[in-house]
């Protein structure tokens, strides 16, 4: 087994469109984090990176939606997914973001480095168009009938209700999600990756060289690549994200399945000086924590960029987990089906390890699997409390009742065979729980660090200290078997802090005070030792790890969810019924044919069109009167792409007094009309006129 001198563990970077639910915990956080802590608990060396993804298509449509800027949404939604995930104890080294200038800088040099070794296709090709919104369509912004399951709000790249990977043309039915009409085809050029060529080397990469990776990973991959592998595209027609680093790819940027992976070498840089260690040294193991549905892009195109770049390792494992669900239903964002993480905190404040407990005791390893607040409320109850909490409480309490409230010694000539068991158990479950760990079976980890608690509890059950100090006499008569059995005990739950850390780290702390011991402690050397606590030192007062959640809290929150999909139905009922038709603007005053004569109007041709810096929703137009060229600035950004208005013909008020927007001297006002929906549209003549023609 090939030896590694440094880690380098990521997790899937989350789109900062929205705040992260329990699925996404389950999927990839919390099991990344458990890796992480034991390995620093090993002393390795670990880098643990992540970020926010924030040049997807699903952030300009959330932009659309909520009527503000892309930057807008990102900056808003990455500070509500860092809180959450700190909040939960995910212990990034550092959580950056792709909207950073170091990752738009190292993306656009790792394209610019292919293109200039010759490892793309340049093509022109037919792409879906939307007509009534004048911008070419990325496969996100694509919605139709999936083929494989007849969900009809599939994506152009990817069905979210089975996890299918689609391409636009295998939709059915397929609309633009911008404006609801018809796509059309229409030609624009972009930069290819031949996959194709990559065949051989993936096929011996994963299929031979990686069949210990988990199934659904495995089994994925070797389908698609059994399939066979076509060229893919990496750039995209749109003004939201990594520019094309190239002279002549106006409007175009880099796909974001091409930028957002290397937004894990930007974050290291971002990290550590001594980044490349991580990324270009044999003896690095990167290891990606990812859900089903990244599972292509992580194993197969991603390995493919390393390798085609040079010069960087690739993944020596990728364990994806399958989805979560709720209460017998897929996570819909959209329906607000799901419960959100910083919801839990506020409802559920200083009880994070409950909630991390749960979800890895029933995380999606190998199959689908599902939470309800039922289940939670059980295991909380029955496992934590009564198990977990109850061990370490009874032991807490006897030590100060019987101990005088110090570590008590251990008498050799009373020592039993039970003693001795219990240290043979911990060294057998220290080896059970890091072999299931370092093979990513998290859940099986998590019940073999129970099974501690549960033989401390059948120990102290069988010991019953309680017993042999029912009177004083009898106390005094057997004070050195009660020591011994509260000896075992409380180096048992130190112990048991040790082997929890991973997964339950406030829990650990709140150990680690109890026994007045330091964070080194928690060191997995430590693991199995029976001198973790010093004879006679005194231990703080006994205080619970964990609370009963009643049942008025679990109603509360099935309530809490089904209130959810009802407001979500009803606002998107709203959205889709159409409103009453807005009362007439009230009529300006009369003119007489005099005031209108003083109108200087001309009909002209956009020639260029660019965003005004920091101005949302303006537009710089130069306007082409035949005679001259007029700047002209427009309130129409928020309806028209700039690229997508070259052209056009406006009818323009010419003799308009100049005015200065934004630092710009605007020459005049294009005349514009209002549809029905609010939309601007232009007016111009109805077949093309010669610039600098009059209008009357």
Request: contains cysteine.
């Amino acid at each position: 087994m090939k030896q590694f001198n440094r880690y380098l563990v990521t997790a899937a970077l989350p789109y900062a469109n929205g705040p992260v639910h329990i699925g996404h915990l389950a999927g990839c956080y919390l099991p990344s984090d458990i890796y992480v802590r034991y390995l620093r608990a090993r002393k390795a060396d670990v880098k643990f990176v992540c970020g926010t993804d924030e040049h997807g298509v699903p952030i300009t449509i959330k932009a659309m939606q909520e009527n503000v800027t892309p930057q807008d949404i990102v900056d808003k939604y990455h500070a509500i997914i860092k809180d959450s995930f700190a909040s939960m104890g995910i212990s990034f080294d550092i959580f950056s973001r792709t909207s950073n200038q170091v990752h738009h800088q190292t993306a656009a040099d790792f394209f610019k480095k292919m293109y200039d070794d010759g490892l793309f296709e340049e093509k022109e090709s037919e792409q879906y168009f939307d007509e009534i919104k004048q911008v070419f369509l990325a496969d996100r912004y694509i919605i139709g009938t999936c083929p494989n399951c007849g969900n009809d709000k599939a994506y152009g790249d990817q069905c979210e209700r089975c996890g299918t990977s689609l391409s636009p043309e295998e939709l059915i039915n397929p609309r633009s999600a911008l404006s609801d009409a018809v796509p059309v085809k229409k030609k624009t050029k972009h930069w290819y990756m031949p996959l194709q060529n990559y065949e051989p080397w993936l096929k011996q990469y994963v299929i031979e060289d990686h069949k210990e990776w988990k199934a659904n990973v495995y089994g994925q991959c070797k389908s698609w690549l059994d399939n066979g592998l076509q060229s893919r595209a990496m750039t995209r027609d749109s003004n939201w994200g990594i520019k094309v680093p190239l002279p002549d790819a106006e409007g175009k940027v880099l796909y974001v399945w091409f930028d957002a992976p290397i937004g894990y070498i930007s974050a290291t840089k971002e990290l550590t000086a001594n980044w490349a260690d991580y990324w270009c040294k044999e003896d690095t193991r990167l290891v990606h924590f990812i859900g089903k549905d990244n599972i292509v892009f992580h194993c197969i195109i991603f390995p493919a960029m390393l390798k085609a770049h040079g010069g960087y390792i690739v993944p020596d494992n990728v364990p994806a987990n399958e989805f979560l669900n709720i209460e017998g239903e897929k996570v819909s964002t959209s329906r607000n089906w799901a419960v959100w993480v910083h919801d839990y905190i506020k409802d559920f404040p200083d009880q994070q390890d409950v909630l991390r407990y749960v979800l890895c005791s029933t995380a999606p390893e190998t199959k689908d699997n599902d939470f309800t607040w039922k289940d939670f409320q059980d295991r909380n109850n029955n496992e934590l409390v009564a198990n977990l909490g109850n061990f370490v409480n009874r032991t807490m309490v006897l030590m100060h009742k019987l101990c005088g409230g110090k570590v008590p010694a251990m008498h050799a000539d009373v020592k039993n065979a039970a003693d001795d068991a219990i240290f043979t158990m911990l060294q057998d479950q220290k080896m059970k729980i890091a072999e299931s760990l370092e093979t990513f079976r998290f859940r099986d980890a998590l019940n073999e660090v129970m099974n501690v608690a549960r033989e401390g509890n059948r120990y102290l059950q069988e010991k019953q200290p309680w017993i042999l100090a029912k009177t004083p006499e009898l106390q005094a008569q057997n004070q050195q078997l009660i020591d011994n059995c509260l000896h075992v005990c409380l180096q048992l739950t130190a112990n048991l802090a040790v082997f929890i850390n991973p997964f339950l780290p406030f829990t650990a702390q709140k150990i680690c005070h109890m026994l007045k011991v330091v964070d080194r402690m928690l060191d997995w050397e430590n693991a199995g030792s029976m001198k973790l606590v010093s004879v006679g030192y005194s231990l703080r007062a006994p205080e619970l790890l964990f609370k009963k959640i009643e049942d008025e809290q679990v109603k509360e929150q099935v309530e809490k969810l089904h209130a959810g999909l009802k407001q979500s139905a009803a606002a998107q009922q709203a959205a889709a019924t159409p409103a009453a038709e807005a009362p007439a603007a009230p009529a300006k005053p009369e003119i007489q044919y005099d005031d209108f004569a003083k109108l200087e109007l001309k009909a002209g041709t956009i020639t260029h069109a660019e965003k005004v810096a920091k101005a949302d929703k303006l537009l710089k137009l130069t306007i082409d009167l035949g005679t001259e060229q007029r700047t002209v600035v427009s309130g129409i950004a928020l309806h028209y792409a700039p690229e997508a208005i070259i052209g056009k013909q406006v009818t323009l008020v010419a003799n308009l007094a100049p005015r200065k927007m934004k630092g710009i001297e605007s020459q005049g006002m294009i005349l514009m009309a209002e549809d029905k929906d609010g939309k601007l549209v232009f007016v111009n003549p109805d077949q093309a006129v010669a610039p600098g023609s009059g209008v009357s």
